[in-house]
């Protein structure tokens, strides 16, 4: 039931971020289709009547494309680490921040932290219970939520 | 017409201002809530303040109930704009003065139907 309800509530929100937030689409995919090798990881707490974490991993080339369109930035222009952690941290945000919707309340959102990844497999050392794990992905590179219990 | 846009995200930051430019608005922006509220001081006349509710050193919620305890900004509509989302949380930010609410992630439509809610004035 968890993670149906998990599942379908991520389903829903990353296209709708997309969507609004950065003017763009993105699809669910069946499995990881590009190494994170370089890429950014997201990471942000839930405590309280459920207790658990939400990961985001997104590779090098998607969290540019994410920046470089909420930050309105042309392609000639440079950005830099700053701003690509950033947008993935508010992307991580509004990811469990809608999340907990279908969580029982009351939870509390931490604040999200990001760094980066450095291996190909951005969950092999989570410690967590896995409820679901996600990939998504378009054109710029590919996504994956994982969303575990403590 | 003057802004206050205060999110930790400088994205969300970017966002928000590029939308209140767009709208007639000069804008103001802040990292957190003390922020905010240092940079009230000098900016009294402000019409709207669009407010984060999760950032660091002081959360949205405090900035509001902070804002609403000095009388000289009661004219400043407030707006919250958080992934904030559990009812409980929604009536006690409304209930500390917070004008409206909306979730993150957000279009400029939505803002805008917001702003005609509250009656706060905009260029088409």
């Keep these: ?128 219970h896995k409820v679901t794990a996600l990939h998504f992905g378009n054109s710029c590179g590919c996504f994956t939520v994982y969303v575990g219990k403590s | 017409m003057k802004a206050m846009i205060v999110d930790d995200s400088g994205a969300t930051r970017f966002i928000l201002s590029k939308m209140m430019s767009e709208l007639g608005y000069d804008v103001v922006q802040a990292k957190d809530g003390q922020d905010a509220f240092d940079k009230l001081g000098d900016n009294k006349d402000c019409t709207i303040a669009l407010v984060d509710w999760n950032m660091p050193v002081m959360n949205g919620y405090d900035l509001v109930c902070k804002v609403r305890a000095e009388n000289e900004y009661n004219d400043i509509k407030i707006m919250m704009v958080t992934t904030e989302t559990e009812m409980t949380q929604v009536v006690k930010a409304i209930e500390a003065g917070a004008n409206e609410y909306i979730m993150k992630p957000f279009t400029k439509e939505m803002i805008l139907d917001k702003m005609k809610l509250l009656g706060v004035p905009f260029e088409e």
């Design chain 1, 1 to 128: 039931m968890e993670h149906t309800v998990v599942t379908e509530e991520i389903k829903r929100i990353i296209p709708q971020i997309w969507s609004f937030s950065l003017g763009s689409e993105l699809v669910e995919k069946e499995e990881q289709s590009e190494s994170y090798e370089n890429g950014l990881l997201g990471r942000i707490t839930i405590s309280g009547a459920w207790e658990g974490e939400v990961l985001v991993a997104s590779s090098a080339s998607m969290v540019e494309d994410i920046a470089r369109r909420m930050y309105h930035l042309k392609d000639e222009e440079e950005m830099n680490q700053e701003q690509l952690k950033d947008v993935l941290r508010e992307v991580t945000n509004m990811t469990a921040g809608n999340l907990k919707t279908v969580l029982p309340e009351p939870c509390t959102l931490g604040i999200p932290e990001v760094t980066q990844l450095s291996h190909e497999c951005p969950f092999s050392n989570i410690t967590l």
